[in-house]
């Protein structure tokens, strides 16, 4: 008798699986064509305005500068990942063994029960961890770097770093996973939906919606509170609002909200 599917798993249909694939894909090849027209019109002069490549070419030319310290970089990594690969095997072989390497303790990445009781993503856990340490420990060691280039080299690699991380990408992290079985892969193609919705917005780059363009209106539900701008300049607006109540005080109280860019925050209802 085959298997029956689990207790409140989602099966999905097939047919309209495909059409959502479909429609994607299709969508997709078109964006893909609009930007490939604009990259090759557009002037290409100028692909790194910050000098991102040149810092690291910098930052790469001092490593070099003393190959010994490349080495002795290389050879700490290997001994990691050879305790690692013990650790794993033992692990693997149903014996408990302490961690090679632990996140921090504010780092909710690896929060999953997974990270901790699977030989597999907590192997993948220990090596991203080790990697990371391994990168960040060898930039910081660059001697020669102007402040400027330092801080520009230090910045771009934990954005390399955390954008590599596994809880990143769909098949390594345990809670992608999990949902992907419960819901049939639907949430694969909403995700989907949601890329290629972000870079339609962006006419071919990411535009990522926070929010729902549709959610407020002015005069409805923000910006209803009764009052008039008494004062502009082309820095700011003041606003004053008018009374709720028969009796006011004499001096006026001004508030100074956070420069968000966000016009009447203090008037969301």
Request: proline share 6%; hydrophobic share 40%; net charge negative.
């Amino acid at each position: 008798m085959a298997d029956q599917p689990e207790t409140g798993a989602t099966i999905p249909d097939p047919v309209e699986t495909a059409k959502s694939l479909a429609n994607v894909a299709e969508r997709s090849q078109k964006l893909l064509a609009d930007f490939l027209q604009k990259q090759a019109a557009g002037d290409q002069s100028d692909m790194d305005p910050l000098k991102v490549g040149q810092a690291f070419l910098d930052m790469t030319a001092r490593m070099m500068a003393d190959p010994s310290k490349v080495f002795e970089a290389q050879m700490a990594l290997w001994q990691d990942y050879m305790r690692l690969w013990q650790s794993t095997a033992q692990k693997f072989a149903g014996n408990n063994t302490a961690p090679v390497i632990e996140p921090d303790p504010g780092d909710r990445r690896f929060k999953a029960e997974e990270w901790q009781t699977n030989a597999l993503f907590d192997y993948l856990k220990q090596s991203y961890l080790l990697t990371a340490r391994w990168m960040q420990s060898t930039i910081d060691e660059v001697d020669g770097l102007d402040e400027t280039t330092a801080k520009k080299v230090d910045f771009y690699t934990r954005q390399f770093i955390d954008a590599m991380a596994p809880t990143n990408f769909a098949m390594t992290n345990p809670d992608v996973v999990k949902a992907t079985l419960e819901s049939g892969g639907e949430n694969l193609i909403n995700g989907l939906e949601n890329l290629i919705e972000d870079l339609e917005r962006g006419k071919g780059r990411l535009n990522i919606r926070m929010t729902d363009p549709d959610a407020f209106q002015v005069g409805g539900n923000i910006a209803v509170t009764p009052g008039k701008v008494v004062f502009q300049t082309d820095l700011m607006q003041l606003i004053q609002y008018s009374p709720t109540t028969e009796e006011v005080m004499r001096r006026p109280l001004l508030i100074i909200p956070p420069w968000i860019n966000k016009f009447y925050i203090l008037d969301l209802r």
